[in-house]
């Protein structure tokens, strides 16, 4: 019989009723840059179920390669997951399974939730295995509260579709936390200027890589520095910032063409980024001591 991936799961410390079957679904929180930050116990339980339900089967065999550990892997995404329910429900019939996305925990922005509730309602039990966590690695060096925020994902593809978004938001004052990528960057970033008044922001690159990099400062100033994006950024909204009203709006003047609120000329805050002038607080970490290589 195959054994439990994970024997410190007491099963048995669990109600009956709340599971019909003796083998578990494993939502595995994975590394977001740099392998060394994988768990002791998501090492184990990898190495250890014969089925890995994986976003992307290549991302995932080369983490398991790093650990030498050869479970059979079963494509399971955004788009497939429902008609591969079937083969992972009758493997859980058998054993364990892992659910692993690309990098950081399924669900979080990434696919599976549609997939374990129906595990769940199917009567398996459902185990996390946390990891990184880009939302929260970044609100741990933002400088901002965050005894109470809001994680935004990704923002809508439409310009009027995320500056409603941004402004729903920022009701409620608290930080915000977003993710973005590079060719959406500046676009996010004009929106947050003039939707937010220009509020102050940690801008995030390449969490937990090699180039890793924290910008803080007001978004217009971030505008000027970040001029050809690179990488993946996780973005925080620092909390309290005023909300423009209608009559505060001037159509065509944001942040990135050069609003009062902003200090002067693009060209004056492009200089005043570049030498490190009022607005620009960057933090370059030194080179992580790496447990292994990324990738």
């Known amino acids: 019989m195959t054994t439990p991936a994970d024997p410190t799961i007491k099963r048995s410390l669990v109600p009956y009723a709340l599971y019909s079957h003796p083998w578990a679904l494993y939502v595995i929180g994975t590394p977001i840059g740099n392998l060394g930050d994988l768990t002791l116990r998501a090492s184990r339980i990898l190495s250890s179920v014969p089925l890995v339900a994986a976003e992307d089967t290549r991302v995932t065999r080369r983490l ?28 859980l019939d058998e054993g364990d399974v892992a659910l692993a996305t690309d990098a950081g925990s399924p669900a979080i922005s990434d696919p599976g939730a549609g997939l374990v509730a129906a595990v769940a309602e199917a009567g398996h039990s459902v185990v996390t295995i946390p990891g990184v966590s880009a939302v929260t690695a970044a609100l ?13 994902g990704f923002l809508p593809r439409r310009r009027s579709n995320r500056s409603t978004t941004l402004t729903d938001a920022a009701r409620l004052g608290q930080t915000l936390v977003l993710f973005e990528s590079p060719h959406r960057l500046r676009a996010t970033l004009t929106d947050i200027a003039d939707a937010l008044n220009d509020p102050p922001i ?6 937990t890589k090699l180039h890793e990099e924290i910008w803080r400062g007001n978004t217009s100033d971030a505008l000027a520095y970040f001029a050809a994006p690179r990488g993946e950024f996780t973005v925080v909204i620092g909390p309290g910032h005023p909300r423009r009203t209608g009559s505060d709006r001037q159509p065509g003047r944001t942040a990135a063409n050069g609003p009062p609120h902003t200090g002067g000329t693009p060209r004056r805050r492009q200089t005043r980024a570049r030498r490190g002038g009022r607005g620009r607080r960057l933090y370059r970490p030194p080179a992580p001591r790496r447990l292994c290589p990324v990738g």
């Open 64 to 91: 398991l390669a790093h650990l030498d550990a050869h479970p059979r892997l079963l494509s399971c995404h955004e788009h497939n997951w429902k008609r591969q329910l079937p083969r992972l429900l009758e493997a």
């Open 140 to 152: 741990s060096v933002a400088g901002f509260p965050a005894d109470q925020f809001q994680f935004l």
């Open 202 to 207: 940690a801008v995030c690159r390449e969490l």
